[in-house]
């Protein structure tokens, strides 16, 4: 009787212990034009939310997000970008990162900002034209991204801010 007892309780402490640290990502929209629909599409081409919270178990990779006006491709051709990798760090530098994304097939469409809510408030960024300092617009402009080296970071994204 004692060993189940105990044996009941040693997985007790290890779920609370997991779940105490299990790894949680939660992006949130803001949608400020009055019209679209904010989209967020995994890396595999899954649609992750038109406009809702959406919250990650577990590390996000290879996100993609941008208000669809009508005009937008289904990976935002033709639209501003928003990338995000949602990661708890391992090591110093591998955490989560974000950044804004005008490289050909994007293109301007409207006023786009994100930043980190939580340890890595107030990073962020937000694009206000076709010429800002602020996006990708060549593959080497890594400069833009805007990282996070805390657990669970959470992203709201604004459209027209």
């Known amino acids: 009787m004692f060993t189940s007892i105990k044996a009941a309780t040693f997985a007790m402490i290890a779920f609370a212990a997991g779940k105490a640290l299990a790894e949680t990502h939660t992006i949130t929209f803001n949608n400020n034009c009055g019209r679209g629909t904010p989209m967020l599409i995994s890396q595999t081409g899954q649609v992750l939310s038109t406009g809702g919270a959406f919250t990650s178990n577990g590390p996000l ?3 993609i997000a941008y ?3 009508g005009s937008c491709g289904f990976n935002g051709e033709g639209c501003t970008l928003l990338e995000t990798t949602l990661v708890n760090p391992s090591t110093a530098g591998s955490g989560s990162s974000t950044d804004l994304s005008l490289i050909p097939p994007h293109a301007f469409s409207v006023t786009t900002g994100f930043g980190y809510i939580g340890g890595c408030a107030p990073a ?3 694009c206000n034209n076709a010429n800002c300092n602020t996006a990708f617009h060549v593959p080497t402009d890594t400069f833009v991204q805007v990282a996070c080296q805390q657990d669970n970071a959470n992203l ?4 027209c801010l």
Not at 156 to 159: E, S, Y
């Open 61 to 63: 990779r290879g996100a």
């Open 67 to 69: 208000l669809q006006t």
């Open 124 to 126: 962020g960024a937000d």
């Open 156 to 159: 709201v994204i604004t459209f």
